[in-house]
C-alpha cells in the first residue's frame, strides 16, 4: 500500500505541473555548468552574485504592452553590402530571440558625432564615444511604441579615456544601448568569416538587449547571458540561453515556447549557423517538441 501511495503521489506531482514547468525541467538536462573561471574570463575579474529566477519575479523590469511592444534597431554610419545584410539578419534574429516585432530604422550619419565624442585609437582608428550615442542622440529618439532600442555603430567605441574600447554599452534604466560591429570582422567582414561575424552580433545584440528585459549575467551555465571579457570568450560561449534564463524571458514576455524554439532551429539552419542548430534541436528532442 505504501509503494502505491507513493506512486500516485508521484503521478500527481507530475500531472499538477504545467506545461511550462514540464518544459524547464527538460530542456534544464541540456544546461552545461560552467567551469571555474580563469585569468583572461570575466568571471575570473567580475565576482557576481547571478539571479535566481525568484529574484528576477522579485525585481521591476519591463514588459511589453499594447503600447509599447517593439524592438528597435538604429544603424549608425555608412555600411556595406555585407553589412547591411548583417543587419538584416539580427533584425530577424532578434525578433525570434524575443518573439517580438522588431524594426530597423533608417541610418543616420556618422556626422552627427562631434570632434568632442571621437578620437584615434591606440590601433591608430578612429572610435566614437559610447556614452554620447547613448545620451545625446539615441536616448532622444528612441520611439514611444519601443520597448527597446539598440544602436549599431560601424566604428570601433570607447566607454572612457582610460579604457581602449568596448563591444557595446547600454542603459537598462532607458532601455537604449548601442554596439559596434568593428571588432566582430577581424578587420573586413567577407563572405569568408561572415557566418563568424554574425554570430558575435547575434550574441551580443541578445545579450544586451536581455539586459534591458532585467535579465542579469548568468553566471551558474553556459549561457547566452554570460558576460564576455573578450572575442576569445564571446566566441566560446553558446547562442542558447540556458533554462533558467528561458524561464525568467519567458515569464515577462509570455512567448509559446514550442514556437520559438522551431523558430530559432529554422533560422539557424537557413543561415547555415550550426552551432546553434544543433542547440536548439537539442532542446526540442528533449522537450518533445515535435
Known amino acids: 500500500m505504501k509503494k502505491i501511495a507513493i506512486l500516485i503521489f508521484i503521478i500527481f506531482c507530475s500531472c499538477s505541473k504545467n ?6 525541467d527538460s530542456i534544464k538536462n541540456n544546461d552545461v555548468k560552467l567551469s571555474t573561471p580563469v585569468d583572461g574570463e570575466w568571471l575570473f575579474s567580475h565576482k557576481e552574485n547571478g539571479q535566481s529566477f525568484e529574484q528576477y519575479k522579485d525585481s521591476k523590469h519591463i514588459t511589453p504592452t499594447k503600447d509599447s511592444n517593439i524592438i528597435y534597431i ?7 553590402v555585407l553589412q547591411k545584410k548583417q543587419i538584416e539578419l539580427m533584425n530577424e534574429y532578434l525578433e525570434v530571440f524575443f518573439q517580438l516585432k ?6 543616420i550619419s ?14 591608430g582608428n578612429e572610435q566614437f564615444l559610447a556614452g554620447y550615442l547613448l545620451d545625446s542622440i539615441l536616448k532622444k529618439e528612441k520611439p514611444l511604441n519601443g520597448i527597446a532600442l539598440m544602436g549599431l555603430s560601424e566604428v570601433d567605441l570607447f566607454p572612457k579615456p582610460s579604457w581602449n574600447y568596448v563591444f557595446g554599452l547600454a542603459s ?4 537604449v544601448g548601442v554596439s559596434s560591429i568593428y571588432r566582430f570582422q577581424d578587420g573586413e567582414l567577407t563572405s569568408e568569416n561572415f557566418n563568424l561575424c554574425l554570430s558575435r552580433l547575434l550574441k551580443t ?3 544586451e538587449i536581455g539586459h534591458m528585459f532585467g535579465l542579469h549575467h548568468c553566471i551558474t551555465a553556459d549561457c547566452v547571458m554570460n558576460g564576455t571579457i573578450s572575442l576569445a570568450e564571446t566566441d566560446k560561449s553558446t547562442i542558447r540561453l540556458c533554462s533558467v534564463c528561458q524561464r525568467k524571458l519567458n515569464s515577462c514576455i509570455k512567448y509559446d515556447n514550442k514556437k520559438r524554439l522551431l523558430d530559432l532551429e529554422k ?3 537557413k543561415n547555415n549557423l550550426n552551432d546553434g542548430f ?12 515535435r
Open 267 to 269: 533560422y539557424f539552419k
Open 110 to 123: 556618422n556626422d552627427i558625432v562631434p570632434i568632442s565624442a571621437r578620437r584615434i585609437g591606440n590601433e
Open 205 to 207: 545584440s541578445s545579450h
Open 102 to 107: 522588431t524594426k530597423t530604422l533608417e541610418p
Open 19 to 24: 506545461k511550462e514547468d514540464q518544459y524547464f
Open 172 to 175: 537598462y534604466r532607458d532601455k
Open 74 to 80: 538604429r544603424p549608425i554610419g555608412n555600411f556595406n
Open 278 to 289: 544543433e542547440l536548439m534541436k537539442k532542446d526540442i528532442d528533449i522537450a518533445a517538441i
